[in-house]
């Protein structure tokens, strides 16, 4: 009776947002504005301290998100991996700045119609603090660059739950670098770049769901089935050590992912209310409803599901959220839900692959559902720089993130298995059995999180 009643609360809470949804008036429209995927217009370049003030806010947001995702993770693996967790995060914050600095900026984001960008800005040669109108017209170029950079941070850090307690340091160190240069960076670039193919296609991408969340979530994949399941049985659903970490961590991703998504606007404008909005909507709208179907198909709502489902949403709205309304981000959140419960309840366990903390499930998933659901949902009205999808009468936008979503996923599981064989037969990415059941905190590191053990 109870589950029977859990159900009817679903489809009740699923039928209203359709509802409301098929009777939404248009949205009134607001001035054309800059996102990250469609050629902005060109206003004049003078730099404006309240965008230049929002964005340097939305930059350190970001940043935050990646400790945020090392508490996330390290609560959820067990007490004697929590430091190598936390450590991998911390080491991509420095690895991948570095790497942009030098060259993944300009490999990404320098004009260009090949591969990659050009290498006219390595080194941040011609990165100025005067405006790029080609990306943001009315902030420094430097804060644009950096801006980047922490998507650039948090992308790879994204695959560690996969690979969780498992990979050697060093092979992780080599990992990332190539990754972020010959997967990121090309990706980043057909999407978002001057020149880029995608970008000209007419691919939409406000925020990061292909370049980010599909990106990291199919190589994160790639990983898992060929590093192997974790020894003794921890391939299997375990409980978080620490729960209340994995809760801090998401506590730490949903506020930081306001910068992650209103920040892409680029400047403090209406654009960036209706991405802040439709972030918080399509967040609690997943939350809800991962709790219900924990409730449903497990007798009780659960704090690890309510979390999970929160974040899914996140990455579901990701690509979406200068594109469509807040009601649209209702039902996005949902359905993102029930799509990534079924792909970690369900395909998880029918192909038996060791994801230890469902990153293809959430990202992947997650990011493809997003990233199509834009093309239904997104609305001119919201944003004239954009599309209508199908829903407003433009089947053709559906189709072009068909596209983008394709060759994403093949390309970075391709390019991603094949760095993966590379280090494998340099340096061994897997850690031998004895260390990983010692626990990679002390083999990896020398370290422990804990001196009194339970």
Partial sequence: MKRFTVLLVLLLFIGIAFSVFAQETKPVEVPAAQTQSVAPVQPPQKIDTGDTAWVLISTALVLLM???????YGGMVGRKNVLVILMQCFMILCVISIQWVLFGYSLAF???KGFWGSLQWVG???VGL??????AATIPHQLFMVFQMMFAIITPALMIGAFAERMKFSAFLIFITLWATFVYDPVCHWVWGVGGWLKDLGALDFAGGTVVHINAGIA???????????????HKAILPHNLPFTILGTALLWFGWFGFNAGSSLGANELAVNAFVVTNTAAAAAGLTWALIDWIFNDKPTMLGTATGAVAGLVAITPAAGFVSALSAIVIGIF???????????????????????????????????????GLFASKAVNPAGADGLFYGNPRQFLIQLAAVGVTVVYSFVVSYIIYKLVDLVVKVRVVEKDEIMGLDLTQHHENAYTILE
Avoid: Q
């Fill in 336 to 374: 993102v839900s029930i799509f990534c419960y079924f792909a970690v309840s369900v395909i998880k366990p029918k192909f038996n692959y060791d994801d230890a903390l469902d990153v293809f499930g959430v990202h992947c998933v997650g990011g493809v559902w997003g990233a199509l659901a834009t």
């Fill in 110 to 112: 320098a004009p260009g």
């Fill in 130 to 135: 005067e405006p790029y109108s080609d990306y």
């Fill in 124 to 126: 941040l040669t011609g």
């Fill in 66 to 72: 990646t400790p945020g995702l090392a508490f996330f």
């Fill in 220 to 234: 994160a994949l790639m990983i898992a089935i060929f590093i192997g399941k974790r020894k003794g049985g921890g």
